[in-house]
């Protein structure tokens, strides 16, 4: 039995505008250096992190569906199930090179917690991908149709909404440096790529030695 997002990237209408957030993604991703293992916070069924890196790649991956996680271990190389914003201990204990929060932001109350999560958990020269909708007046409509008809099971899931790339960016900068950033999908959709903030603990001098905050 095929998985949601299985049947959604291949299926009329709901394939255009996973394919085009796919694309997108997947354009930013291939001019930065990736370094693995990437860890997908909220990973679904695994199906589109696996679109946008591919297949090559170590990935981990936690959520919080049952049938996401059982699907999800047909994909990725490892995958744990609990909440993003109290993730499960066993992926605590290492660190990883890219970090992916893929229109997860919108399903907790809290997305700052997650975000603190993702900063303890990425390396010092890792990159974070956050994709999340924005709550224009067309994604309100698109949103509102689709929760009424073939997406029913996500109506009444969006737990915060990002009224526009400046929240969003609000947030982030707290913990991260914003790489870059773009719209797809007539504007409904903010994908952004960050870094880490330097350690002041760690700052290089001059003289590239390195100094105590």
């Not at 709901?14 to 990973?43: F, N, T």
């Not at 049938?67 to 993730?87: F, N, Q």
């Not at 204990?93 to 303890?120: C, F, Q, S, W």
């Not at 996500?154 to 991260?176: D, P, Y």
Request: charged share 30%; net charge positive.
């Amino acid at each position: 039995m095929k998985s949601y997002y299985e049947i959604s990237t291949t299926r009329f209408p709901s394939k255009y505008w996973h394919r085009e957030i796919v694309k997108a993604a997947k354009s930013m991703v291939k001019k930065h250096e990736i370094s693995e293992p990437i860890l997908d916070l909220g990973c679904g069924d695994g199906v589109r992190v696996r679109m946008i890196f591919g297949d090559s790649v170590e990935i981990h991956g936690v959520d919080i569906n049952p049938e996401m996680v059982e699907s999800a271990r047909e994909r990725l190389d490892k995958v744990y199930l609990g909440s993003i914003e109290d993730p499960p201990p066993e992926i605590l204990n290492r660190l990883y090179g890219t970090i992916v929060l893929m229109e997860t932001l919108e399903h907790v109350n809290n997305p700052e917690r997650v975000l603190g999560v993702a900063d303890k958990l990425l390396k010092e020269k890792g990159l974070l991908l956050v994709i999340i909708p924005l709550e224009t007046t067309l994604f309100r409509i698109i949103w509102w149709l689709w929760t009424r008809s073939m997406g029913r099971r996500w109506r009444g899931a969006h737990l915060f909404k990002f009224k526009s790339e400046q929240q969003l960016f609000s947030i982030l900068e707290k913990r991260f440096k914003v790489v870059e950033h773009k719209k797809t999908n007539l504007g409904c959709i903010a994908i952004t790529i960050c870094s880490k903030k330097e350690n002041p603990k760690t700052r290089p001098t001059q003289d590239n030695t390195r100094v105590e905050g």
